[in-house]
Nanobody
Framework: QVQFVESGGGLVQPGGSLRLSCVVSGLTEDYHQIGWFRQAPGKEREGLSCITGHTGLTNYADSIKDRVFISRDSAKNMVYLQMNSLKPEDTAIYYC????????????????????WGQGTQVTVSS
């Protein structure tokens, strides 16, 4: 059973930065993709970024690609999302998730593809 635990959320002022972390356990298949998503109150879940396990390729949503960076430390079973220049509209619960197996050449940030999800971490951007 694949499990995720997200952390790193909190209250940050507009213009600030956060690094979200996701520790992954139980993932033994190299052919997978891990994504970061968010869901604001009253809105649908939104894909932000993803990274593949077998190639390390990444993808970003156009709406946020200039402000976020995804990375992973496979030795530590960690995936990170660095977020910069945060805005109040970035307030949401942030999740990581995995699609496994996944054999694509790139990766996709459609939430419907993903099989296992973490519980999320709250990010609030406010002065």
């Amino acid at each position: 059973q694949v499990q995720f635990v997200e952390s790193g959320g909190g209250l940050v002022q507009p213009g600030g930065s956060l690094r979200l972390s996701c520790v992954v356990s139980g993932l033994t298949e190299d052919y997978h993709q891990i994504g970061w998503f968010r869901q604001a109150p009253g809105k649908e879940r939104e894909g932000l970024s993803c990274i593949t396990g077998h190639t390390g390729l990444t993808n970003y949503a156009d709406s946020i690609k200039d402000r976020v960076f995804i990375s992973r430390d496979s030795a530590k079973n960690m995936v990170y999302l660095q977020m910069n220049s945060l805005k109040p509209e970035d307030t949401a619960i942030y999740y990581c998730a995995v699609e496994v197996p996944f054999y694509g050449a790139g990766c996709y940030i459609d939430p419907k593809r993903y099989d296992y999800w973490g519980q999320g971490t709250q990010v609030t951007v406010s002065s």
